[in-house]
């Protein structure tokens, strides 16, 4: 298939490109970008005018929910999701039922994936059998399955001693271990920042140094091992913090946040809104603002959506009680279009944090525009506004903060290896 985009402002984030071009497909590639190929003819033309062509969006934290949680949504609907949010590269955490520690499971999520033709799906392994913090998993079968990375999840690990040989087993093969730091104990029973929120609310707490504490390991064992992490869903001023003095201090250490804590903060909970119930927890405005300082500096590397779809039984309960998460898949875009506007960033840059700079912490080739790239593009209107709503949302999972509310940046397109797998 050939497909010509015509009249598009093409951004390319890496290459610094920002500009009116054509871009010419052919075979699964980007073969040009301004003049068309000698003899090119294609089989189809997408007029762009008007709308901006980018790289296919790379989202570090999407649940897919297969294999254990179809009842909350499956890998159809949430890879028709992903699709229809311009994300064409996504990371799986590995915190399904079973957890990802077997290569067979790695594997049938990888064909079952591949089957659907749809976004590219690179699973995170879980560093310890059955995310149980115990026992190592096979890290070097799992990369052979095809794991990028390994994770706890959202599981504690409160074992030290096995944190650390898991960094040391790691750095020896150069596996990247992505944790998010939350100190066990001090979160124990909590499921609000330690605030005024929860305080007029009666709900228990999770202070800030709950994710200090737990940053503070993670940073010591990785300067004494050497190890490559990536630091998921910092939540704080000081989290942010400290990630920029160990960047200054030569620590391999990278780090996000996801897309809801860019704009939303405790105060957002109004009457318990389970919506709002998330993990980590939402903080305080101050926090909320050094997280969105640090996107625009680069302290924080990128943003995700944490796409965790959740039953309405499991969510419409007590704030206390409600499952935590928010599916997130189709609004990283526009929510990232919304942070970078009222940052009053270019473009380019804010969409940096979503293409080029999420598919460098992966280590795929992916998030770029270049002739003899794989054709993975994102066509989307950056004026048009949509409403957040249970019916505009593709993913099965309609838990989101944001329902009821206008967001600007509209998909029209979804090209993966030059296919189209969604058109809006």
Same mark, same amino acid.
């Given at each position: 298939?050939?497909?010509?985009?015509?009249?598009?402002?093409?951004?390319?984030?890496?290459?610094?490109?920002?500009?009116?071009?054509?871009?010419?497909?052919? %075979?699964?590639?980007?073969?040009?970008?301004?003049?068309?190929?000698?003899?090119?003819?294609? /089989?189809?033309?997408?007029?762009?005018?008007?709308?901006?062509?980018?790289?296919?969006?790379?989202?570090? %934290?999407?649940?897919?929910?297969?294999?254990?949680?179809?009842?909350?949504?499956?890998?159809?609907?949430?890879?028709?999701?992903?699709?229809?949010? *311009?994300?064409?590269?996504?990371?799986?955490?590995?915190?399904?039922?079973?957890?990802?520690?077997?290569?067979?499971?790695?594997?049938?999520?990888?064909?079952?994936?591949?089957?659907? /033709?749809?976004?590219r799906v690179y699973p995170v392994g879980a560093l310890t059998l059955g995310l149980k913090g115990t026992h190592l998993t096979e890290m070097a079968e799992l990369t052979d399955a095809g794991c990028v990375a390994f994770s706890h999840a959202d599981?504690?690990?409160?074992?030290?001693?096995?944190?650390?040989?898991?960094?040391?087993?790691?750095?020896?093969?150069?596996?990247?271990?992505?944790?998010?730091?939350?100190?066990?104990?001090?979160?124990?029973?909590?499921?609000?920042?330690?605030?005024?929120?929860?305080?007029? $609310?009666?709900?228990?707490?999770?202070?800030?140094?709950?994710?200090?504490?737990?940053?503070?390991?993670?940073?010591?064992?990785?300067?004494?091992?050497?190890?490559?992490?990536?630091?998921?869903? $910092?939540?704080?001023?000081?989290?942010?913090?400290?990630?920029?003095?160990?960047?200054?201090?030569? $620590?391999?250490?990278?780090?996000?946040?996801?897309?809801?804590?860019?704009?939303?903060?405790?105060?957002?909970?109004?009457?318990?809104?389970?919506?709002?119930?998330?993990?980590?927890?939402?903080?305080?405005?101050?926090?909320?603002?050094?997280?969105?300082?640090?996107?625009?500096?680069?302290?924080?590397?990128?943003?995700?959506?944490?796409?965790?779809? @959740?039953?309405?039984?499991?969510?419409?309960?007590?704030?206390?009680?409600?499952?935590?998460?928010?599916?997130?898949?189709?609004?990283? $875009?526009?929510?990232?279009?919304?942070?970078?506007?009222?940052?009053?960033?270019?473009?380019?840059? *804010?969409?940096?944090?979503?293409?080029?700079? !999420?598919?460098?912490?992966?280590?795929?080739? %992916?998030?770029?525009?270049?002739?003899?790239?794989?054709?993975?593009?994102?066509?989307?209107? !950056?004026?048009?506004?949509?409403? @957040?709503?249970?019916?505009?949302?593709?993913?099965?999972?309609? /838990?989101?903060?944001?329902?009821? +509310?206008?967001?600007?940046? /509209?998909?029209?397109?979804?090209?993966?290896?030059?296919?189209? +797998?969604?058109?809006?």
């Amino acid at each position: 298939m050939k497909i010509h985009i015509k009249n598009g402002r093409v951004i390319d984030p890496a290459s610094g490109t920002d500009a009116g071009r054509d871009v010419f497909i052919a %075979a699964g590639k980007i073969v040009a970008i301004g003049f068309a190929p000698n003899g090119y003819s294609a /089989n189809r033309t997408i007029d762009a005018g008007g709308l901006v062509v980018c790289p296919g969006l790379v989202d570090l %934290a999407v649940r897919l929910r297969e294999p254990g949680f179809e009842y909350m949504a499956t890998l159809e609907s949430e890879m028709d999701a992903a699709a229809a949010g *311009g994300v064409t590269s996504l990371a799986c955490p590995p915190d399904t039922d079973p957890p990802l520690d077997e290569p067979g499971l790695v594997e049938m999520l990888k064909f079952r994936a591949k089957n659907l /033709n749809q976004a590219r799906v690179y699973p995170v392994g879980a560093l310890t059998l059955g995310l149980k913090g115990t026992h190592l998993t096979e890290m070097a079968e799992l990369t052979d399955a095809g794991c990028v990375a390994f994770s706890h999840a959202d599981a504690p690990l409160t074992d030290t001693q096995l944190l650390l040989r898991a960094m040391q087993y790691a750095a020896t093969f150069d596996f990247p271990v992505w944790l998010r730091p939350q100190d066990a104990g001090l979160s124990r029973g909590g499921v609000a920042h330690d605030g005024q929120v929860a305080t007029r $609310l009666g709900l228990a707490a999770i202070p800030v140094c709950a994710e200090t504490v737990a940053l503070s390991a993670i940073l010591l064992l990785a300067r004494e091992t050497g190890a490559r992490i990536h630091l998921c869903r $910092l939540s704080s001023a000081e989290g942010v913090d400290m990630v920029r003095q160990a960047k200054h201090l030569g $620590l391999k250490v990278t780090c996000d946040i996801a897309i809801h804590h860019a704009h939303l903060s405790e105060m957002d909970i109004g009457y318990f809104d389970p919506n709002c119930h998330l993990t980590p927890p939402l903080r305080s405005q101050r926090d909320r603002d050094a997280l969105r300082a640090a996107l625009a500096d680069g302290a924080v590397d990128a943003l995700c959506s944490d796409h965790t779809p @959740v039953d309405d039984d499991a969510k419409q309960l007590p704030f206390a009680e409600a499952e935590t998460g928010a599916t997130g898949v189709e609004l990283l $875009l526009p929510l990232t279009l919304k942070w970078a506007e009222e940052s009053r960033l270019p473009l380019a840059q *804010g969409l940096a944090r979503i293409t080029s700079d !999420p598919a460098r912490i992966l280590g795929i080739d %992916a998030g770029r525009l270049l002739p003899g790239a794989s054709a993975d593009i994102c066509v989307f209107d !950056p004026e048009r506004y949509w409403k @957040v709503e249970p019916k505009a949302l593709k993913s099965q999972g309609k /838990n989101t903060p944001f329902t009821g +509310v206008e967001v600007k940046g /509209n998909v029209r397109y979804t090209l993966v290896e030059g296919q189209v +797998v969604y058109e809006g």
